[in-house]
């Protein structure tokens, strides 16, 4: 008896031996896979493209990024199907335009054309010619909405503002124009479109702007009216009541180690920060207020203090998502300690080693990261690393860049009609830096640049040229080639008469802003991609590689 039951026990044993042995290579197994599913899953996010961020991703410990003077795409540049918002305005097309004309066939002329001796601005067979005219001429926009048109200077001028959106924007923003036609007549007493002038040239159609009291704690209230693009609602969200803010959930992150480092950084730290809010459901505390890099200054050193309005899409922003601004934030934070007994619930988070789906469950009002610790421990991206990166898509989406930076963009590109090639010369530092870039100098050069761009640009096009080069004059040679428009050709749209000027001041409690190195890249970024032929830099003029030797 007790033999067998000896036996029984070897055989037990054996078998808790194996079982185990077999669940722990499970076990080994399924933490590898785990693993490896971990370190090769990559959101579906533009950006992952670009070498800069996912180098960081994988080295950790060197996590800075270079200096990258360069733009990251933001949402307006993406192909991506926008959910039109209700009643956005429908594109006037071929198909609405006859529709309208059928309504006016009644209208039918006179014969000997008596009754349209006289142009009649007012007439809408007036404006169905301008915008037949305009869809034939402007083939890169889409035309939304039309004014009636009004006198222009002479008898034969009408002018005429609409709002449009370039075909490359992706975002339904609109932006406006206001042209000058000369109006004529065709064989059948019709009206017809003779000439058009220039980009906002018909200024009598240039509406009354709305002059809206500044309001909101921010704006000054020594301006007390001011002219704006009235489709811009930036002002900062307001929680009002107390229970209001008592029953919000709220995600703050305090500075960490990204405060002042490159506005790239700066986009992949804030939208991983977003990302967390958006999984956690919770309303995410926002800093407007942000350091900007000297890299990008004109003092070259850091600056604090710049507007995230100067740069994105505030009112895009908190459409989008659920933000609530830092200052509004703290002092109903205060006022509520102050008034009630009870403190809020608030749940401290020391380190990024917590992960989003550790707090997921956790009640408190307000969880605050805290981000003490050194660089690069610090940094508020790598709250989205590792495991959490499968669970917290940053929502790339959310940001655009701003419109008032866009209405400059637009400008740029509606004065060369939108008839324009362009290229992108990358020199800087990195033309300097010939261990990394051996060839960028050299095919940078203005002969260089003359040779290649004659194979690709017709002569005589309007070239666009988006650049780093500071010295104006280095692209002296291609003037003998092309039309050449350069970023600093278009100064007094940022100059201290300009509407861009008026309005960031206005965001700066009257201060006059700096039109600084990141909102110029921004800029000339912005116009590159609405070219009809585009030149980079790297492929096209040069065989070395964007990110410096041996990474392509
Ligand atoms: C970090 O930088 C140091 C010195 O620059 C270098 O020796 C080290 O290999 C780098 N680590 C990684 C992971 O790139
Ligand atoms: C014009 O736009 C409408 C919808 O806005 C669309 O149904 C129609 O197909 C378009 N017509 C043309 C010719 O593109
Ligand atoms: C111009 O056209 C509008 C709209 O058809 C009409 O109401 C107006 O009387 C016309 N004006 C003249 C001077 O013919
Ligand atoms: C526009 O011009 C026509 C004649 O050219 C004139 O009869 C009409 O009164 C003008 N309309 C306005 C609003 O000035
Ligand atoms: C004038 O109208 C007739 C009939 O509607 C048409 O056949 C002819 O092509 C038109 N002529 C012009 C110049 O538009
Ligand atoms: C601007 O947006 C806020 C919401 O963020 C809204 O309450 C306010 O009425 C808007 N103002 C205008 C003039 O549309
Ligand atoms: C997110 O929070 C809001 C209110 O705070 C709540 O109404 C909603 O149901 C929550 N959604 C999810 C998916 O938890
Ligand atoms: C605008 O700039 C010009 C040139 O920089 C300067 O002469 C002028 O005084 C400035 N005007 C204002 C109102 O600041
Ligand atoms: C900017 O503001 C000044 C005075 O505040 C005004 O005279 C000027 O017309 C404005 N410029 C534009 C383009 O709105
Ligand atoms: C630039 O290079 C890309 C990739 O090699 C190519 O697709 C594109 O056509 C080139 N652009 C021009 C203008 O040659």
Known sequence: MK????????????????ISNLCFSVFVFSVLIFTVIAITYQPPDPWESSRALTGVFTQVENATFQADTSVLKTGEDIAAPWAVPAGAAEPINETVIEKSEENFASLTLKSGCEDVRVVNCSDPRL???????NLKVFKSVVFLEYQIPVNGSKADECDVAWRFRNKKEKSWRKYRDFRRFKIGFGGNCTYEV?????????????????????????????????????????????????????????????????????MNHYLWSFLCALGEAQYLNRTFVMDLSICLAGMHTQSNKDEEGKDFRFYFDFEHLKEVASIVQEEEFLQDWKKWDRVHKKKIPVRKVASYKITPMQLKKDKSTIIWRQFDGPEPDNYWYRVCEGQAAKYVQRPWRAVWKSKRLMNIVSEISGRMDWDFDAVHV??????QNKELWPHLDADTSPDALVAKLQGMIQSRRNLYVATNEPFYYYFDKLRSHYKVHLLDDYKELWGNSSEWYNETRLLNAGRSVDFDGYMRVEVDTEVLYR??????????????????????
């Open 531 to 552: 070219a009809k032929t585009q030149v980079e830099t790297f492929y096209n003029l040069t065989n070395d590689c964007k990110d410096g030797i041996n990474t392509c």
């Open 127 to 133: 404006l169905i010619a301008i915008e037949k005219f």
């Open 3 to 18: 033999e067998l039951n000896s036996t029984t026990d070897a055989i037990g044993q054996n078998l808790v031996k194996l």
């Open 194 to 262: 003779l000439s058009a002038r220039g980009w906002h040239s018909g200024i009598n159609a240039r509406r009354a702007r709305v002059r809206v009291k500044a309001t909101g704690r921010d704006e000054n209230a020594k301006i007390t009216s001011a002219i704006r693009d009235d489709e811009i609602n930036d002002t900062i969200p307001v929680l009002g009541s107390d229970s209001a803010f008592r029953k919000g959930k709220y995600l703050y992150y305090s500075r960490g180690g990204d405060y002042c480092k490159g």
């Open 426 to 431: 990358v020199r800087g530092e990195k033309a």
